[in-house]
Structures are given as C-alpha cells and as structure tokens.
C-alpha cells in the first residue's frame, strides 16, 4: 500500500508539473472588442501574423466600454482593443486596475451624425444632441462640439473633465444629452445629432463618411492595445507589437478594400510607413 501510495503521489506531482508547464507556456491570446470594426482588424491584420508564430488568437466581444477592462484585469483575456489612453487611465485609476497601453493602431473618431438635416446651419433651437455618457468620452465630445462652434466651455475648467453643465454658451439653444455610448446611433430616429464614436457608429451600419463633421484625433484619443501592467515585457505582448509594426498589417490597413484605409493613422505609423 505505501509503494502504491508512493506512484499515486509521483503520477500527481508528475502530472501538477505537466499542468503547470502547459500552462506557462501557454499560446493562447483572448482580445476583447466592443462591437465595430476592431474586431475586424484583429482578424485580417492582426491574427495572421501572431499564428504564424504558433499563436492561438481569439475575438472575446463586449457590448459595452466597462466588461473590457475588468475581464482584462481578471485575467478572462489577455488584451484588449476598443479605447484610447486616456480612457484606459481613468478607468484603471477609478476602479484600481493595473493595466496599460501598448501601441497604437489606425483609429476612427467621432463623427456628428444626424437623419434630419444635412448641415449644421440647419439647427435650430431645441434640437437634441445625443453625446458618449463616460465621463472622458462626455469631455471628449464637448471638446469636438467647442470646436464646431456649437458650444464654448467655460474656460477655468479641465478640459478633459468638462461635462454638459460646462458649457458657458450655447448659441444654438441646442438640448444635450448624455447616453450609453453603445446606444448612440440608434438615437438618429429621434434625435437631430448623435455625436458616435467611431466603432459603434460603423457596428451600426453608418459610413464615416455619413457624418456632418468627423473629429481630428491626436495620440493620446487613438486607439490602444491595453494589456496587464504585470505582463508588459511577456513575450506574447512583443509578438504583438511586432505583428502590428509589420508590413502585413499595414498592407491589410492600406487595402481600400478595408475599411481601415479610412482611419487616421498614430505618429507612429505615419513616421514608420510615410503616411499623411
């Protein structure tokens, strides 16, 4: 009985070893997206060449902006692709996650959409306007909406963490309001303006060419791959930087048969690649 004991024991310690190992070495990589063209993106530029290297690379899909972040930090996946820095860092800090971003990829921005007029001088008083409820996409969209004309904030106030009770001036007596940033684009049917973001605008069937006006994207509101601070020197996540810095990934970009082709591109890229 003590020697079978004695193999019972060995086979389980064997086999813990066995697990642990596989387990460690692990090539298995779970993004999570929001809805929208990301997901897109991971597959076509992003996925052939991280299987090339042996990877296993797999689309996890949120409908919202808060799932992401805490699925990545539970360790549910091991990336993400769907938000900008500055929302990452907000995010981490409100709710004491350790994540961080890595690069940047080709973005699509706000755009103002709308179903009943063609022009913003054809507002009039009253007109609702449907903007991202997050407080950093809420700042984000009034910054866009200050540099249309529409409003001007008031001018003692963080830009970055302005929201609808900021506005100074508001010329056009236009009606603001803040909703879930998934439900935008189907606000159209009753709104006069939907300020969407880039991803659930296209998720919802708009072009970005349909918009009234489409935001100009600086770095820090481009889109970045977000991982756990703990894994930033893993092997994986070089692999993925490398894949997203290979001329694969800008061919498939580039490819007007993407609709990436249309995204503005970070400094990076442009420098790197020669771009506009």
Do not use: C
Request: hydrophobic share 40%; proline share 5%; glycine share 6%.
């Amino acid at each position: 009985m003590k020697i079978k004991s004695k193999v019972l024991a060995l086979l389980a310690l064997t086999a813990s070893l066995v697990t642990g190992l596989s387990a460690d070495d692990s090539k298995l990589i779970r993004i999570g997206v929001s809805p929208g063209p990301y997901g897109d993106l991971v597959t076509k530029a992003i996925k052939p060449s991280l299987e090339k290297k042996g990877y296993t690379v797999k689309l996890v899909t949120f409908q919202d902006w808060v799932q992401p972040n805490l699925a990545l930090n539970n360790g549910e996946t091991e990336a993400n692709l769907f938000q900008h820095g500055l929302y990452l860092a907000k995010f981490s800090k409100d709710h004491n996650l350790q994540l961080s971003p890595t690069i940047l990829i080709p973005t699509a921005g706000l755009g103002i959409y709308s179903e009943k007029i063609k022009s913003l001088d054809q507002l009039k008083k009253g007109d609702e306007v449907t903007l991202p409820l997050d407080p950093t996409n809420l700042a984000r969209a009034l910054r866009f909406l200050q540099k249309t004309g529409l409003v001007k904030l008031k001018a003692e106030i963080d830009p970055t963490k302005v929201t609808d009770r900021d506005i100074a001036e508001n010329p056009r007596g236009l009606k603001f309001v803040p909703t879930e940033a998934a439900q935008i684009p189907r606000t159209l049917g009753s709104a006069t303006l939907a300020v969407a973001s880039g991803n659930f605008a296209i998720a919802a069937g708009l072009k970005l060419s349909d918009a009234l006006v489409l935001e100009e994207l600086d770095d820090s509101i481009k889109i970045t791959l977000a991982v756990r601070t703990a894994d930033l020197d893993k092997p994986w996540v070089k692999d993925a930087k490398a894949a997203i810095e290979s001329e694969a990934f800008r061919d498939a970009v580039e490819n007007p048969a993407n609709i990436f082709s249309s995204f503005q591109k970070p400094d990076w890229y442009k420098a790197k690649w020669g771009k506009k």
